[in-house]
């Protein structure tokens, strides 16, 4: 009798073993939906676009890869992931000096954007695409977009917080190179952060460039009162007939107010 409670235990045991051997559900294998990176759509002040059906109006969060007035900086955004239960996202980078991609950063899955902030080299082409990883460490591979830095416009006057006169102010700067020759003024309403004036300002090769440039504050109507609060920047634009593409810099901002 002894035998066969032992036996039978014996056969328990070696059931319960077998079951439960390997009864976890099954990992997770699907990748995440291929990401997309938003490639250089155009800059503040240009004519309304359409994008997927819908007109925009261009500014420095829709516009896809871009400069930042920061800093000589690229900034990579993506479109909105659509998986939940991502990770994390690895960012590559290469360009035409140092053709083999890195990775130069990882950010979590819940960002929109990178903002590259290493020691970039003005007028040089960078490529960049992502990696994104889900919790179970599948990941899927983006497509490539591309972007060149030109040097900084350097804003020499108003100064930052400087009250003027509307009518005999001029708005002041320096090219950051000497290669670049076309322009765009811009200026925005402080307190509601509207766009109310954008005037290209550029000169042919063939043109002797004014040294320093300037402009004339503009006329805008309605005539702003006395106390508004405007803010400013120049950005600086080039060709690259090579890639059959534009350049771009955006000078830091400032603020002046009206007499």
Not at 208 to 237: H, T, Y
């Amino acid at each position: 009798m002894r035998k066969i409670i032992i036996l039978t235990t014996l056969l328990l045991l070696a059931l319960l073993f077998s079951c439960s051997g390997d009864d976890s559900p099954e990992k997770d294998k699907i990748p995440p939906t291929t990401p997309k990176l938003i490639s250089h759509l155009g800059d503040t002040g240009d004519d309304p676009i359409i994008v997927n059906g819908v007109t925009i109006s261009l500014n420095d969060d829709n516009n896809g890869i871009d400069t930042v007035p920061d800093g000589n900086w690229i900034k990579v955004p993506w479109e909105k992931f659509v998986d939940n239960d991502l990770s994390h996202v690895k960012v590559y980078r290469y360009s035409e000096s140092d053709p083999e991609p890195k990775l130069i950063n990882t950010v979590p899955a819940s960002e929109d954007y990178y903002l590259d902030q290493s020691s970039l080299v003005e007028r040089e082409w960078y490529y960049y695409y992502i990696e994104l990883y889900d919790a179970s460490g599948n990941f899927s591979v983006s497509d490539t977009v591309s972007y060149a830095i030109l040097a900084k416009s350097i804003l020499s006057s108003p100064v930052e917080g400087e009250t003027i006169n509307q009518d005999t102010a001029k708005l002041c700067w320096e090219r950051g190179d000497s290669q670049t020759n076309k322009f765009r003024i811009l200026l925005w309403d402080n307190q509601t952060g509207d766009l109310v004036f954008s005037y290209p300002y550029y000169y042919t090769p063939n043109e002797e460039f004014p040294s320093p440039p300037e402009f004339p504050f503009p006329r805008l109507n309605p005539r702003p009162p006395s106390g508004q609060v405007f803010r400013w920047r120049i950005d600086a634009f080039d060709d690259d007939p090579e890639h059959n593409l534009e350049m771009g810099s955006e000078s830091k901002e400032r603020t002046l107010i009206i007499q």
